[in-house]
Structures are given as structure tokens and as C-alpha cells.
């Protein structure tokens, strides 16, 4: 049997499989890019090896099944990695020196972007930059300043491109942003940002490809070893699919093919339509998982029951008519692919679930898993027990609510920031639950997202204590319950013979780690299909 060998044997101090009832095994054998057989003898698998097996003996080291990161936006941080990186400054003039620099080398009148992984309470003056303040950066290029998926800043000079006025109506489930004095203030959230942003040109092919390889070999270098890209529109994948021929991507790829700046059927059908020919052109590295909507608003206009702390009159937006979703929702299920829907606010959650109920009503048989909720950020019994009952799974977020819960404290009130992402309950009442980082507004990373769900610590402390859950449950919604979401449990979540020889190795067991050690913890190794996705500088290597 073994007269083939393997093309790469692992031994190391503890394998955890994740198999309900294993052992931690002791050595991995893979050929190709599955395994093929484990052992709890460190030198059990010997026979495999052969003079062309990489054997990588690590006797300190702890193993792992790569993560998912079940929502996140790696395409952002593909555009991001050559942009302005504005998430290094602490103050309002070191964010406009950036630019100002950015400025010196680029051509008059060519867009500067800047990254978009930042929070305007980083920075001293604890507020976003204006329109007036980009112009004294640069007065000569139109600037983008991107916070998140949700919200823009622009100069005068993009906003004069754009067209917009004092008088420009705003987009239904937009805002177009003003100062105390009614003046055009450069801010741009959610439905108003498509009147800049389909202005901005896309960086050549070459360049794209780039910023997906390195943006990829960071998701990678934390434990990451697939992403489910929430945000994914047409010329993106289109984008991936180069990148995947070049090699150059360092995780797999499950995309959400965005609805974003769409408020009508018609529209959603004929993104369908350009989608028909990726339908049968997946592979295990890049494929399409389904459609995104968006429902609500995020940290700033997440639909509640309750009106906003900061403002009794402001109950936050919803971007689609619900009788319109349902359609447009039936449209995407109706040829067969699956949907995510963001639902930030309370409010958000229960209007999606009575336009999922309608869904599944009008269309039984659907398989289990076609209809997805996308953070759940306030779900309370009522909602999370329907959720359950309509099979509906969710993906949470415990990072999004570390980095931001100080600025959406000033929009909901402690309370409700403290009841975000309740992981507890969904686990205790059966939810198909799932998790990731939402970066950019959260930070990405294996064990970061680990310690976050089990200490439930936040930039202004722990938010919700009784929401946590345990470092085993907290794996499980990175692996076996990621895999499912994906229904690639048959492939991927755990380490057993014939399943993808997708896993991490660490220097230390994060199990045992303080919480303080684990926050920070990163691989010392990432391997995909049995291929070495990232190595630390310094790491042992295979002989």
C-alpha cells in the first residue's frame, strides 16, 4: 500500500484532529492534497516516508485544522495593500500627512485611496476626518477615505466629480453627510457611497493580483486557511479567478457575489445571468459560494426597534423594501444558489427572518442552508428561537465588536453594545452558528478571534461576559461548523483520512495558552492541500 510513499509527513507533539472521541495523534501523512493516514506514534507513519517526502519533525509542536474566516472582505484587503495606510495614524494631521505624501508622487488629478481597517476613535480628535480637512492634504486629486464596507470621506474635489450638491437628493437607505451648519461635510454611508465610488478607476490586473497575494499570505500567517469573502462583485471575481491562475492566491476562496447599489429585481437577475458561467467552474480553491445582500445599515445605521442613544428620532436604515428582497431573494434561489444576508440591527433581524419564513414557504424543498444570516449583531430569544426553528444559520463576528464597541457604544448605549453577538446562545439553543472577523472593521486572525469569543474583551473592556463561550466551542466555529456553512464537511474541519490536508502547526498548544498569549498566537507553519501556505521567518523547515 504505502510502496507509493508520501509527499510530506508532519510529526509533532500533539495533533488535534477534531474528531469527535480522537486522541491527539502524533505524526500526519499527506500525498497529494489529502491526508492519507495519521497516528498517535510519533513514528508510525515511517513507512510512508520515502526519498522524495518532505518530513517536517517538529516534537514541540501542536497541530490544527486551518480556520475559516466566515466573513470577512479579502478583496478589500487586496485594494488595500497599496493603498495609503491611514490605519497607522493617531492623529487627524498624521492621517493627513499620509495623504499629503501620497499626494507628492501622485499625477494631478489621479484618485488616492486610502486603507480601510481603521476607527475614527484611534485617532486623538476621536472623530472622522471632513471634506475641508482632505482639501488641505490635497486639493488636486479627488481622495477616497474608506472606513469599513459602510462609510466613505471625500475631498471637495471628488465630490465635485461626482456631481454632488447641496441639493443632490439622497439615495433611499443612504446619507449624505453634513456639518452642524448644513454644509456638505465629504461623508458617505451605505447606498450614498456608489456616487463616488463608480468614479474611481480599478487598479490594472497586475496590481490587483498583487495585493490579493499579499493580502492572502497575511490571512494565511494568522491561521487562515479559507476565507468566505462577503463582498465579492463581478469584475472581483473575475479578478480571483487571474489570481488563482497565477497562483497567487495563499487561501481558498468561498465568494459572496455582491447586490450592493441594487434596489430592484430586474437588476439582481442579470447579475445572475453573468453569473451562469461560474456555476460549474469551481474548484477547491476559489469558488462561488452564493449571492449578498444587505438589509441594514452597519455601526452607524444597523436597524433597531429602539431608537439610537445619540439620537431619539433615528432608528437606523433599511436598504431593500422587504416585499422587493423576498423577490429578489426568490430570484437567487430560484437558480440555485445560496444567499447571505447582512442583519446588523434587531430590527434587521426580525425583517429578515419574516422575508426568509416567506422564502420557505413560497419555495418548499429548498436545501438546508440556502437562507443565511449575516451577523445577528442584536438577536434576542425571540429572533435567535425563529432563527433556529427556520433552520437559518448565522455567521458572528466576536472581532468587529472588540475593535468597534466603543463607537457603536455612541450610537446604541452600553446595553445593547453588550448584548452584540450573543455566541453563547446560539451555541446553547442549537443555532447552526459560524464564525469570522468582518475586517475590515475587525481584525482578522485564528486564535485573535479565539480569544475575543472566549473572554469577550473589547478596546474598552469586556462587553457581555455571559455571551462567551469555550476555547473548544470557539474552535469549532472556525472549523468543523465553518466547514459546514460552506457544506464542504465532507472536506474540510477536521484532520481524518481523505479530507483536505488543510492545517496549521503551532509552537505552543493554544489550548493551554493564557488568554493574554493567545490573543497575539500566529502559526508557525500554514499548509493547504499538503502545500506550505506560509512559513514564519525562522520556523523549521522539512528536510
Known amino acids: 500500500m504505502n510502496d507509493h510513499g508520501a509527499d510530506l509527513v508532519v510529526r509533532a507533539a500533539a495533533i488535534h484532529t477534531l474528531v469527535p472521541g480522537q486522541a491527539p495523534q502524533r505524526a500526519l501523512a499527506v500525498r497529494g492534497d489529502r491526508i492519507v493516514a495519521l497516528s498517535a506514534d510519533p513514528h508510525g507513519l515511517d513507512a510512508w516516508v520515502s526519498a522524495r517526502t518532505a518530513v517536517h519533525d517538529l516534537p514541540g509542536a501542536t497541530v490544527l485544522p486551518a480556520f475559516d474566516d466566515t466573513h470577512t472582505h479579502l478583496v478589500f484587503a487586496g485594494r488595500s495593500a497599496h493603498d495609503v495606510p491611514v490605519h497607522k495614524a493617531r492623529t487627524i494631521a498624521e492621517f493627513l500627512d499620509l495623504i499629503r505624501e501620497r499626494a507628492a508622487v501622485t499625477p494631478d488629478g489621479e484618485w488616492i485611496r486610502t486603507t480601510t481597517n481603521w476607527q475614527e476613535l484611534n485617532l486623538a480628535e476621536r472623530r472622522m476626518p471632513t471634506a475641508v480637512e482632505l482639501d488641505r492634504a490635497t486639493d488636486r486629486h479627488p481622495v477616497l477615505v474608506k472606513r469599513g464596507g459602510h462609510n466613505d470621506v471625500v475631498n471637495s474635489f471628488a465630490l465635485r466629480l461626482a456631481g454632488i450638491t447641496e441639493d443632490t437628493p439622497v439615495p433611499p437607505g443612504g446619507v449624505i453627510g453634513r456639518d452642524a451648519a448644513g454644509r ?3 461623508r458617505l454611508i451605505d447606498n450614498a457611497q456608489g456616487l463616488v465610488e463608480r468614479l474611481v478607476p480599478v487598479d490594472d490586473e497586475a496590481r490587483q493580483i498583487d495585493g490579493l497575494r499579499l493580502a492572502s499570505g497575511q490571512y494565511a500567517a494568522t491561521g487562515i486557511g479559507t476565507v468566505r469573502d462577503a463582498a465579492v462583485f463581478l469584475p472581483d471575481y473575475r479578478i480571483l479567478l487571474a489570481a488563482r491562475k497565477a497562483g497567487a492566491l495563499r487561501v481558498r476562496v468561498r ?23 461560474w ?5 477547491p480553491w476559489l469558488r462561488v459560494w452564493g449571492v449578498k445582500f444587505g438589509l441594514d445599515g452597519g455601526l452607524e445605521a444597523g436597524a433597531t426597534e429602539q431608537p439610537y442613544a445619540c439620537d431619539h428620532s433615528f432608528f437606523g436604515t433599511l436598504t431593500w423594501d422587504p416585499d422587493v428582497l423576498v423577490e429578489a431573494v426568490e430570484a437567487v434561489v430560484r437558480r440555485g444558489w445560496r444567499v447571505g444576508t447582512h442583519a446588523y440591527g434587531d430590527r434587521a433581524v426580525r425583517v429578515l427572518l419574516d422575508v426568509y419564513e416567506r422564502v420557505l414557504r413560497n419555495n418548499p424543498g429548498l436545501p438546508a442552508g440556502t437562507l443565511v444570516m449575516e451577523h445577528g449583531g442584536l438577536a434576542g430569544p425571540e429572533q435567535r428561537a425563529r432563527a433556529v426553528a427556520l ?9 468587529l465588536l472588540h475593535d468597534a464597541a466603543e463607537v457603536e457604544q455612541g450610537f446604541w448605549g452600553p446595553e445593547r453594545v453588550a448584548a452584540l453577538f450573543p455566541a453563547r446562545e446560539w451555541v446553547d439553543e442549537g443555532a447552526s452558528v459560524s464564525a469570522g472577523s468582518d475586517f475590515p472593521v475587525g481584525q482578522f486572525g485564528a486564535m485573535r478571534s479565539v480569544w475575543g469569543m472566549t473572554t469577550r474583551q473589547t478596546v474598552i473592556g469586556v462587553q457581555g461576559a455571559e455571551h462567551a463561550v469555550s476555547y473548544d466551542e470557539a474552535v469549532a466555529l472556525h472549523t468543523g461548523h465553518a466547514a459546514r456553512l460552506s457544506q464542504e464537511e465532507n472536506l474540510r474541519g477536521c484532520l481524518a483520512p481523505g479530507r483536505l490536508a488543510d492545517f496549521t502547526v503551532w509552537d505552543r498548544d493554544p489550548a493551554t495558552c493564557s488568554d493574554q498569549d493567545r ?4 502559526p508557525t507553519h500554514t499548509f493547504l492541500g499538503g502545500t506550505l501556505a506560509w ?3 525562522g520556523a523549521a523547515a522539512g528536510r
Request: hydrophobic residues 40%.
Open 519 to 522: 490573543r497575539d498566537l500566529n
Open 535 to 537: 512559513q514564519k521567518d
Open 391 to 399: 433552520g437559518v444559520p448565522v455567521t458572528i463576528q466576536q472581532p
Open 255 to 277: 465568494a459572496m457575489i455582491a447586490t450592493f447599489g441594487m434596489d430592484s429585481v430586474a437588476q439582481v437577475e442579470d447579475m445572475l445571468d453573468a453569473m451562469e458561467e
Open 184 to 186: 456638505l461635510d465629504g
Open 279 to 283: 456555476r460549474y467552474s469551481a474548484d
